[in-house]
């Protein structure tokens, strides 16, 4: 199989074609694929109707994979597999859940600027979120290019926060939407970690701005100053330039590199069911300066 690829945005997203992901890849096409990332950072791969076990699988072929929230469990699990997440609004009925449900916390946390699982360590690497059903409008799955974002930086901004490191929290974004009611078990199941605001990717030798939601404070900074550099970080690399919104057809599979990117869902009508479900693989071996 030879994998084509057009991008469709002036710095990263590749729209792939010519592999059918239903089946075991060989290792040529897993490093093509891998290449395509380094380059791409996210790949669109349109009418691969998956089933869960094809999803996972896939998953499995580029790396370990990540539990991510899952370890606090805090929903009963829906999908046939424990190392899915299940991003929707349906219920175990089937239908759409009551406005006030958890899970719609965790729908609407998604819609904050992140990085998948850089709350621990090792974070994640490749997130592969694929569309089973899709709302008439809105619901895009938006994404930022850090490395783009790290490049339009002003030199003495690049100079500035150069060394500097940032902590990430799970629970910070649901603290911010008023999700508070996590015992102290929960909350200590996943301790903030430490990441370079810069990193380099390995892959592509390129400098990133981490920044994101889960970020909470700088090393040796104050709150206050340190969350509003992390806010202007946050505005610079989510600006227009470096956007891509990607609108959901249903047997769409997207995979994008956490290490280089941030995503978020976009607002849509929750009466209406919006179901994707999620494998991720870990980020073993580049987890450069961390600490707990
Ligand atoms: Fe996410």
Redesign the pocket.
């Known amino acids: 199989m030879t994998l084509t690829i057009t991008q469709l945005h002036k710095h990263f997203v590749g729209e792939a074609a010519g592999v059918d992901l239903s089946q075991p890849l060989d290792a040529g096409t897993i490093d093509e694929i891998n290449r395509a990332m380094d380059t791409y950072a996210v790949l669109v791969f349109r009418d691969q109707p998956l089933t869960q076990t094809q999803q996972l699988d896939l998953a499995r072929s580029f790396g370990p994979l990540d539990m991510g929230l899952k370890k606090l469990k805090k929903q009963p699990d829906r999908l046939e597999h424990a190392e899915l997440a299940d991003?929707s609004n349906v219920g175990d009925a089937g239908g759409t859940v009551a406005r006030d449900s958890k899970k719609i916390v965790s729908n609407i946390a998604?819609q904050l600027w992140?990085s998948?699982s850089s709350f621990q360590q090792p974070a994640a690497r490749y997130?592969m979120l694929a569309a089973v059903q899709v709302p008439s409008s809105g619901g895009d799955t938006e994404f930022a290019d850090l490395r783009a974002a790290y490049d339009g930086l002003p030199e003495e901004m690049k100079t500035e926060i150069e060394g500097l490191e940032a902590e990430h929290y799970a629970l910070h974004s649901r603290f911010l939407l008023g999700d508070t009611d996590y015992t102290e078990e929960q909350k200590a199941a996943l301790p903030p970690v430490w990441w370079p605001l810069v990193r380099t990717h390995p892959g592509s030798g390129r400098k990133i701005l981490f920044a994101g939601i889960h970020a909470r404070s700088i090393k040796g900074w104050t709150v206050a100053e340190g969350r509003m550099l992390l806010m202007d970080m946050l505005e610079h690399a989510t600006q227009p330039e470096y956007v891509y919104a990607h609108k959901w057809r249903p047997n769409d599979l997207v995979i994008w590199d956490n290490r280089a990117t941030l995503?978020r869902?976009r607002r849509f009508d929750l009466s209406q069911p919006r179901e994707l479900r999620?494998a991720t693989t870990l980020d073993v071996g580049t987890n450069e300066r961390a600490a707990a």
């Open positions: 991003i998604n992140h998948d997130s995503h869902g999620r």
